[in-house]
């Protein structure tokens, strides 16, 4: 598949063209923000909001641009509002109203990812899970073993459903790849 094909696609709200976007542009987001944050969990965290982002604002994209270039601005925004939100001693309101007018990205299931996680044996599986970071563990359990809505994972968590929708898309990817390994 084709980036540009990719983000055609996913305007129709595609799943496996997010998917393609994710896995193809992770890589350059999270380093742009680990060299910004020099923090590992900052920069997987900017990573997620940007992509939760980029899938919501998806139909605004300019292909007169680089899309991976869109990308980085979208992340370099988020930290800055990061800073400024840190830096900032005055409470303010979250994010919260704005995330509910969120698009949704559409979870067609199964995904070849999804069919890898439920052959495994549940054993091998648990194992496996306890090696990704705690935050992939945690929305894994939710998802799969409690079986909550992505909603109830948002309100659980207190994120915008966008953001907890890739992080399980990416939790999912990292297990599969676990899996794949052995």
Do not use: C
């Amino acid at each position: 598949m084709e980036v540009e094909d990719a983000i055609e696609k996913a305007k129709t709200n595609d799943q496996i063209a997010f998917n393609f976007l994710l896995d193809t542009f992770w890589n350059s987001v999270y380093g742009f923000q680990l060299k910004r944050t020099e923090n590992e969990n900052d920069a997987e965290d900017i990573t997620i909001q940007t992509f939760s982002k980029a899938f919501d604002k998806i139909h605004t994209y300019n292909d007169k641009f680089e899309f991976k270039t869109w990308l980085i601005t979208i992340s370099k925004n988020i930290h800055i509002d990061l800073l400024r939100k840190r830096k900032s001693s005055v409470p303010h309101t979250s994010n919260n109203e704005k995330d509910d007018n969120f698009h949704s990205i559409i979870d067609e299931s199964p995904s070849p990812e999804d069919k890898l996680i439920t052959e495994q044996n549940l054993t091998k599986l648990l194992r496996d899970i306890k090696k990704l970071k705690p935050h992939y563990q945690e929305v894994i359990n939710l998802r799969y073993f409690q079986e909550f809505s992505y909603k109830e994972i948002a309100e659980q968590l207190d994120e915008p459903m966008n953001n907890v929708k890739v992080k399980l898309l990416r939790a999912k990817k990292l297990l599969a790849e676990i899996i794949k390994k052995k």
